[in-house]
């Protein structure tokens, strides 16, 4: 199960940190990724982290704003949003891999398991 939480209100140009924990199980063997949807249009991958954490992928709106980390022995992925802009408002989830260790898949099909989102309204 993955529980997230950080999301919230904040003014273009502001910052959020978005928490996802997971329990019943260790996540530390997957790739973990961060996706948002915004009202009316589909799913989509904003980023995503390799089993070890090395390895960090990026959707292109996002490069240079966001930074996802994971910390295994918490059994927590962040994402730290920065310069937001009005057009990151969504609803944020997390995602987690069984099938992939060491490389990043964008798709929403590829994902298994599902937290239950977070929002984040950015104004202008």
């Known amino acids: 199960q993955l529980q997230a939480s950080g999301g919230g209100l904040v003014q273009a140009g502001g910052s959020l940190r978005l928490s996802c924990a997971a329990a019943?199980?260790?996540?530390?063997?997957?790739?973990m990724g961060w996706f948002r949807q915004a009202p009316g249009k589909e799913r989509e991958f904003v980023a995503g982290?390799?089993?070890?954490?090395?390895?960090?992928y990026y959707t292109d709106s996002v490069k240079g704003r966001f930074t996802i980390s994971r910390d295994n022995a918490k059994n927590t992925v962040y994402l730290q949003m920065n310069r937001l802009k009005p057009e990151d408002t969504a609803v944020y989830y997390c995602?987690?891999?069984?099938?992939?260790?060491?490389?990043?898949?964008?798709?929403?099909?590829?994902?298994?398991?599902w937290g239950q989102g977070t929002l984040v309204t950015v104004s202008s």
């Open positions: 995602a987690l891999d069984l099938q992939s260790a060491y490389f990043v898949r964008r798709g929403v099909d590829d994902y298994a398991h």
């Open positions: 019943g199980r260790t996540f530390s063997h997957d790739v």
């Open positions: 982290v390799t089993r070890g954490g090395v390895s960090l």
